[in-house]
């Protein structure tokens, strides 16, 4: 990526990124289901990174590289960051200096954004509402992926649903999607918004990693059938999937700077750590890294259409992207893996 000084006549100069013109040469775009939609199979996402643990300086340089190397879907929701909406206002920042049609940008409503009844959950009056709000804080008109973020046990399915569908008819985002959502509810969600021909929900945002495999009974033969993409999110397991934890939590982790001692996750890198060597005994005769053996493995189904990383450095974006060079696994290897991870 280069940087020049473009000093337009009569306005004040502005620094503008000059991003690689050979971008789209080697990313193998993956078709999302039976949409028009073509994803990146690895893509970018804020959560705790962006406006979380990492500044603006940190997003805007994984972004644009990331873009360069042609990852054009970068991922938020209304509540990520902190205080919440953080991610979505640095992200936004950037998003101003990159070119708006070559980007994929999502966000989701449903976790808790703000005091009341319709602050959370799968309301219209809170989907839409948020919607609105989260746009401001991006700074676009539209963005191109809207998602419920979580299943709302007392909120009609035809209410939340119906709220997508007006979304994007209003044309304030051009996809619907749903997340986290089990496999019997997926399939309501796919019936209903057949039958009532509403926007249809072309993508699929669960966990999914070598850790954490339960879509692979629950969902995967659902979105195949329905033509629905998938987009895996914490495919490194927020970083257990690298070799950063295997000898102990480094200073300048997530584990280190985000998590409380008592979260699940860091209870789990010591209960974890003797898969986590196995793996990456695994990854490393198949000349990869535990971090790109992760993505790999997530990518060997042409079921998912994209891995869904975080990132705090731009070395973690050109690693991760070459796990795509190789994402055959044979026979011996996938059994090795299932013996360790199932
Ligand atoms: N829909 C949902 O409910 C939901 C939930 C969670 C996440 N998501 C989405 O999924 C995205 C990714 O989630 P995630 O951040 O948990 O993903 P992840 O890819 O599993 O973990 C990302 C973290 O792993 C570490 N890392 C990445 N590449 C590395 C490498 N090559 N070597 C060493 N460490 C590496 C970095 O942590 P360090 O900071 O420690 O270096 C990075 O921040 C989110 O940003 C969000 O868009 C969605």
């Known amino acids: 990526m280069v940087w020049t000084v473009v000093t337009p006549k009569g306005n004040k100069s502005d ?25 990146p199979p690895i893509s970018l996402g804020a959560w705790e990174t962006f406006g979380g643990y990492r500044g603006e300086d940190v997003a805007r340089a994984c972004m644009y590289r990331a873009f360069d190397l042609g990852i054009t879907h970068f991922d938020l929701a209304n509540n990520y960051g902190l205080p919440p909406g953080n991610a979505e206002s640095i992200c936004g920042r950037v998003f101003k200096d990159m070119p708006r049609d070559e980007l994929i940008i999502s966000t989701k409503a449903g976790y808790r954004m703000w005091p009341g ?18 746009l401001k804080r991006l700074g676009v008109d539209y963005v191109d992926i ?46 209903l918004v057949d039958r009532e021909r509403w926007a249809p929900i072309i993508i699929h945002q669960p966990r999914y990693n070598l850790l954490e495999r339960t879509i692979e009974s629950d969902l995967l033969d659902h979105t195949d059938r329905h033509g629905c993409g998938v987009i895996a999110f914490s495919p490194l397991a927020q970083g257990m999937l690298t070799d950063k934890y ?3 939590i480094p200073p300048d982790s997530r584990a280190a700077l985000w998590w409380k001692e008592s979260t699940k996750y860091s209870q789990l890198i010591p209960k974890a750590a003797d898969i986590m060597r196995s793996l990456n005994d695994i990854a490393q005769a198949r000349g990869q890294t535990l971090a790109q053996m992760a993505l790999a493995w997530i990518l060997r189904d042409a079921r998912i259409t994209s891995a869904l990383i975080g990132a705090s450095r731009v070395e973690q974006i050109e690693e991760n992207v070459k796990a795509l060079q190789n994402t055959i696994f044979s026979a011996e290897e996938l059994k090795k893996i299932d013996a360790i991870t199932l």
Not at 159 to 173: F, N, P, W, Y
Request: hydrophobic letters at 30%; proline letters at 9%.
């Open 246 to 248: 295997l000898n102990g």
């Open 15 to 39: 620094i503008m990124p000059e991003f690689s013109p050979t971008r789209y040469d080697s990313m193998p775009y993956r078709r999302c289901g039976r949409s028009g939609l073509m994803l």
């Open 146 to 191: 809207f998602y419920s973020h979580r299943p709302d046990p007392d909120t009609p399915l035809e209410e939340t649903l119906g709220a997508l569908d007006q979304i994007v008819r209003s044309g304030k985002a051009l996809y619907a999607g749903v997340s986290n959502y089990p496999g019997k509810m997926f399939v309501e969600s796919m019936a």
């Open 117 to 134: 009844p319709y602050g959370e959950w799968g309301s219209k009056k809170y989907l839409i509402a948020s919607l609105d709000q989260s």
